[in-house]
């Protein structure tokens, strides 16, 4: 039986942050209540609260994934038996962004929808919001944005952050109620992840823990999207087929955000084995990004909702030839 969901009041931070269209900084006002969410294992204190942040968590939109702002993968570096370490530098993982305006329009209709207001002039060229406007008023200064907002959450993901519903403060929700999945169901149409996903302006991530119920109806709106071609499904070039040579043509790609990473952690894990084996690691044999090798760092198994039956990744996604393609919609 699901764990019924809960409902949090607090504010949004923004300012001095990187916000993108599927996360957010959130100062629950009552933190001990947030930190007694379970992760999918059934522990509590899961919760990574941040101090740099004020002790505020994350909160990652479910059902959504936009695309990618500022991501630099992770990966170990599966040091060889014996090697010793390489004189030279280790090859930095960068900080990689897929298409900017449509990734930052996805950030700006989320913040949007929630009461503040950010143009391309806020962005600082490293990538934070130096300012936003609440209303009339303009915030320069750290945890001064004073937004309040509402997450509904039962669950918490591998990293600590929140797996959440986002809504704007007016919503009639009070801290501490509790509410079924019909309940939630009948909410979604004031939902921010909803929302984005009926604007096209993110595509579906399903984590494990997401319920049938919910699911359906978020595809639904998936559905409006995809037939009206909005946001990411008229510039999506995965269906059809996309040659990726270099890291510079992936960060221009439009492409499911999951594979984005993925193939920026298989080069990762690429340029570590090189490191240590003594190679070529020249900016030029850096850039280059080798499709066929999309499967080093894992093949794991997914959900197909049109298939209702588990399935390899590499039988929903083909890497071969220098060519990308996806042949199942997202």
């Given at each position: 039986?699901?764990?019924?969901f809960?409902v949090f009041?607090?504010k949004l931070?923004?300012?001095g942050?990187?916000p993108?269209g599927?996360?957010?900084?959130f100062?629950?006002?009552?933190?001990?209540?947030l930190?007694?969410l379970?992760d999918?294992?059934?522990n509590?204190?899961?919760?990574?609260?941040?101090a740099?942040k004020?002790?505020a968590?994350?909160?990652r939109?479910?059902g959504?994934?936009?695309?990618?702002?500022h991501?630099q993968?992770a990966?170990?570096?599966?040091?060889?038996?014996?090697?010793?370490?390489?004189?030279a530098?280790k090859?930095?993982?960068g900080?990689h962004e897929?298409q900017r305006?449509?990734?930052?329009s996805?950030?700006?209709?989320?913040?949007?929808?929630?009461?503040?207001?950010?143009?391309a002039?806020?962005?600082?060229?490293?990538?934070?919001l130096?300012?936003?406007r609440?209303?009339?008023?303009?915030?320069?200064?750290?945890?001064?944005?004073?937004?309040?907002v509402v997450?509904?959450?039962?669950t918490v993901?591998g990293?600590?952050r929140?797996?959440?519903?986002?809504?704007?403060?007016?919503v009639?929700?009070s801290?501490?109620q509790?509410l079924?999945?019909?309940?939630?169901?009948a909410?979604?149409?004031?939902?921010?992840?909803?929302?984005?996903?009926?604007?096209g302006l993110?595509?579906p991530?399903?984590?494990?823990t997401?319920?049938?119920?919910?699911?359906?109806?978020?595809s639904?709106y998936v559905?409006?999207?995809?037939?009206?071609a909005?946001?990411?499904?008229?510039a999506?070039?995965?269906?059809a087929g996309?040659?990726?040579?270099?890291?510079e043509?992936?960060?221009g790609?439009?492409?499911?955000?999951?594979l984005?990473?993925k193939?920026?952690r298989?080069w990762r894990m690429?340029a570590?084995?090189?490191?240590?084996?003594?190679?070529d690691?020249?900016?030029?044999?850096l850039?280059?990004?080798?499709?066929?090798?999309?499967?080093?760092?894992?093949n794991?198994?997914?959900?197909t909702?049109?298939?209702r039956q588990?399935l390899?990744l590499?039988?929903v996604?083909?890497?071969?030839?220098?060519?990308l393609?996806?042949?199942?919609?997202?």
């Amino acid at each position: 039986m699901p764990l019924p969901f809960r409902v949090f009041r607090g504010k949004l931070y923004a300012v001095g942050f990187k916000p993108d269209g599927d996360t957010l900084t959130f100062k629950a006002h009552d933190a001990a209540a947030l930190a007694t969410l379970l992760d999918s294992s059934g522990n509590p204190g899961a919760v990574a609260f941040d101090a740099d942040k004020n002790h505020a968590a994350s909160v990652r939109l479910q059902g959504v994934d936009a695309l990618e702002t500022h991501y630099q993968p992770a990966v170990g570096e599966n040091r060889p038996a014996g090697a010793a370490t390489p004189t030279a530098p280790k090859p930095s993982a960068g900080n990689h962004e897929q298409q900017r305006e449509p990734a930052r329009s996805a950030a700006t209709a989320l913040l949007g929808m929630l009461g503040v207001t950010i143009t391309a002039a806020d962005w600082h060229s490293w990538g934070y919001l130096q300012r936003v406007r609440v209303g009339t008023e303009l915030r320069t200064e750290k945890f001064t944005d004073n937004v309040e907002v509402v997450v509904v959450a039962n669950t918490v993901d591998g990293n600590g952050r929140v797996l959440g519903w986002v809504f704007p403060a007016s919503v009639a929700l009070s801290e501490g109620q509790s509410l079924s999945d019909a309940e939630l169901k009948a909410l979604l149409p004031r939902c921010c992840n909803a929302l984005l996903l009926k604007e096209g302006l993110v595509y579906p991530y399903y984590f494990m823990t997401l319920g049938t119920s919910l699911r359906g109806k978020l595809s639904s709106y998936v559905s409006i999207a995809q037939r009206g071609a909005k946001g990411v499904w008229a510039a999506d070039q995965t269906a059809a087929g996309v040659a990726l040579p270099t890291c510079e043509s992936l960060h221009g790609a439009v492409i499911l955000p999951y594979l984005f990473r993925k193939l920026l952690r298989s080069w990762r894990m690429n340029a570590l084995a090189t490191w240590w084996a003594g190679g070529d690691l020249s900016p030029a044999a850096l850039e280059t990004l080798s499709i066929d090798a999309l499967f080093t760092s894992g093949n794991p198994y997914i959900y197909t909702v049109s298939d209702r039956q588990f399935l390899r990744l590499s039988e929903v996604v083909q890497a071969e030839g220098g060519v990308l393609k996806l042949l199942r919609k997202p």
